[in-house]
């Protein structure tokens, strides 16, 4: 198991190649320029000179890569165009928000979506089974920032039941730390849970068709020791898989959200550093949530071994 997962983390070193190399090239195409930004009005053609060549803007792209990359490897992600800050440091400090949110919300998501699954998955075709499966649906419609916007409208400015805007640290209390997370991290998890929902729904219910389903109960074995022990390990296999895609979706669902909610995370830094041209936070932003996602695939791989023992071997 130790070797799969050693060969599942080489395959993902590419990855971490490619990405930011295609945020490179997708710069360079974008329209503006970070030393025009940087020099402010009417800047004269020297000054903007000289901003570039103090930025190397005038480099080949591949050798601004490569000097990039050579950085990375030292554990210096480079420094901001905007606050002359180290970009390790702007993502340290905004990184406990952001995976705050994303962890909240991912928990949710399948605490709802597994509860809702199973529920339904007991009585296939039932008034349940079909008011999960229609609300599910609907959630799916349902854009995270409407809903977003919704949850504040209800919970903070009619009823003032949670806090509208804003994140409070864990350092300040776990109180007030939830409190800020309820509201963000439930219009995140609307998604992911629903998907868990329906996943889980249609595999519970085709595994506790099976065979050796029915043996179980024909030995007398309860109804709940049938379902949570024999058949839901074989049937999460599929939800595992769907929740390792949706660490990507959540973490892009979480820029908007942060936004929202003005929460000082790296979603809102992503945006200004976007808009202002900041090539190496924005870099650094990049590699960040590539390698999150690289991690939880590799969890979601090894996973499969304690869910499927084949795999081990």
Not at 144 to 150: E, H, Y
Request: glycine share 8%.
């Amino acid at each position: 198991m130790l070797r799969y997962a050693g060969r599942r983390l080489l395959a993902a070193v590419p990855l971490l190649l490619i990405v930011p190399l295609m945020i490179f090239l997708l710069i360079d195409l974008a329209p503006g320029d970070p030393a025009a930004i940087l020099a402010g009005d009417d800047p004269t053609p020297e000054r903007l000179a000289e901003i570039r060549s103090t930025l190397h803007l005038d480099d080949n792209i591949f050798l601004r890569y490569v000097r990039w990359v050579g950085g990375v490897l030292q554990g210096d992600l480079g420094t901001s165009f905007l606050s002359n800050q180290s970009v390790t440091e702007l993502i340290f400090r905004r990184m406990a928000t952001t995976l705050s949110l994303v962890v909240f919300a991912m928990v949710l998501a399948v605490t709802i979506g597994l509860i809702l699954g199973v529920v339904a998955s007991l009585r296939p075709g039932g008034i349940v089974d079909r008011l999960v499966n229609v609300v599910a649906s609907i959630a799916i419609a349902i854009p995270a920032f409407w809903f977003g916007l919704v949850l504040v409208s209800v919970f903070a400015v009619t009823n003032q039941i949670f806090p509208a805007f804003g994140y409070a640290p864990l350092s300040d209390g776990f109180v007030q730390w939830i409190q800020h997370l309820i509201l963000p991290g439930t219009a995140l998890a609307l998604l992911p849970a629903a998907e868990v929902t329906l996943q889980l729904r249609s595999s519970l219910g085709q595994v506790l068709k099976s065979d050796y389903i029915l043996n179980a109960e024909a030995k007398g074995l309860g109804r709940g020791r049938v379902v949570f022990k024999h058949g839901l390990k074989n049937a999460c296999i599929p939800v595992v898989t769907v929740l390792g895609f949706r660490v990507a979706e959540v973490l892009g669902g979480a820029v908007t959200i942060e936004i929202i909610y003005s929460m000082p995370g790296l979603g809102s830094l992503a945006v200004n550093s976007v808009q202002n041209h900041d090539i190496p936070v924005l870099l650094g932003f990049v590699l960040f949530t590539t390698v999150v996602v690289v991690l939880v695939n590799l969890l979601v791989d090894i996973s499969y071994g304690y869910f499927n023992p084949k795999v081990r071997a």
